[in-house]
């Protein structure tokens, strides 16, 4: 999304019916026939224990509850395996693998905003499409041969031929803005700075579906580029140093990948102009992640691991979650 200075970016605990049962014989004080005393006993002892297991099933279901509710998912730190150049002009919005160690790219900013094909290696652009001034480039997917490519402020996108950024149609989308956009082959998801996730039929361009992206019953706000990896939906959360690693089924946050340090780096080496994290590729055939953000002149293939010690309450919120932009 537009960097801060351009666009200021169960249990239903059903309450048991406690009444006595007003139809129960009373107790006497001596049973009229040992038969009958016997007879009483075992629907007694019966009832009891159907109300044991029934107390049971519920202490079970209530024990889940307190263990699995509020578990956190699970948070990952990452290792850099190798660093590229990348153009430092690209204020980039989307990003994806292409093969052949090259990327897809998105730019934006008005007058300056494009579709790229570039070398992954070198960071040299071997394809460019410029787009019309009046356009603000946001997210990019490729499905099949075609690359889908929002745009911010507007409901408006384009769809490129992958070999040849040249040739393109205009499309309108049903979501509230353009901002990030991602596919697993058959669907596109797409983001639009808000917390819904949305699922869009490729050939109608109409919402599908769509959920609320939530983190311990919070909703994660500002979800922007976004990347489908291993049946994940990973998303940048703008104005963060944070990935969501969520669930497309249900829009639930699955974990989260921690990267401040890339930012921090590039600042201590005298980068200040660069923007905000942002830019996802996965290439699915090596396992390799890219991310890169807006305005870097390095392109980073990360590692994830596990980490080790786990944050204190309100951590995850503070450094990840932010209020809701409105632009």
């Known amino acids: 999304m537009a960097t801060g200075s351009l666009r200021k970016k169960l249990n239903n605990n059903k309450r048991s019916d406690r009444r006595p049962y007003n139809n129960a014989p009373m107790a006497a004080s001596r049973p009229r026939s040992l038969p009958n005393y016997r007879k009483t006993s075992l629907i007694l002892a019966a009832f009891l224990m159907l109300g044991v297991l029934i107390l049971l099933g519920i202490s079970s279901n209530m024990w889940s509850t307190v263990i699995y509710a509020d578990v956190s998912p699970g948070l990952y730190s990452i290792e850099v395996v190798h660093e590229f150049p990348h153009d430092p002009d690209a204020f980039t919005q989307g990003l994806l693998y292409a093969g052949n160690d090259s990327l897809f790219e998105s730019t934006g900013l008005y007058g300056k905003s494009s579709v790229r094909k570039v070398a992954i290696r070198t960071g040299k652009v071997e394809a460019l499409q410029k787009m019309d001034p009046s356009y603000f480039g946001e997210g990019l997917t490729l499905l099949g041969e075609r690359l889908f490519q929002v745009t911010w402020l507007r409901k408006i996108g384009f769809i490129y031929d992958r070999k040849n950024l040249t040739k393109f149609e205009k499309f309108t989308h049903q979501m509230k803005d353009g901002w990030g956009l991602a596919t697993d082959g058959k669907v596109l998801f797409g983001s639009d700075g808000s917390s819904v996730l949305y699922k869009i039929d490729p050939l109608t361009l ?86 890169t953000g807006k305005l870097w002149p390095k392109l980073y293939e990360i590692k994830l691991h596990p980490m080790k010690k786990q944050f204190k309450d309100g951590a995850i919120e503070r450094l990840c979650m932010r209020r809701p932009f409105n632009f």
Not at 240 to 266: F, M, N, Q, Y
Not at 272 to 278: A, E, Q, T
């Open 206 to 291: 109409k919402v599908t579906d769509r959920h609320m992206v939530k983190y311990k019953d919070q909703e994660v706000h500002n979800l922007n580029e976004l990347e489908f990896i291993n049946g994940e939906i990973w998303a940048n959360v703008y104005q963060t140093d944070c990935i969501a690693r969520i669930s497309h089924e249900d829009g639930r946050v699955l974990g989260w990948i921690v990267l401040p340090k890339l930012r921090e780096g590039l600042l201590a080496s005298g980068n200040h102009g660069i923007d905000v994290l942002n830019g996802i590729a996965w290439d699915s055939d090596k396992n390799r992640i890219f991310v």
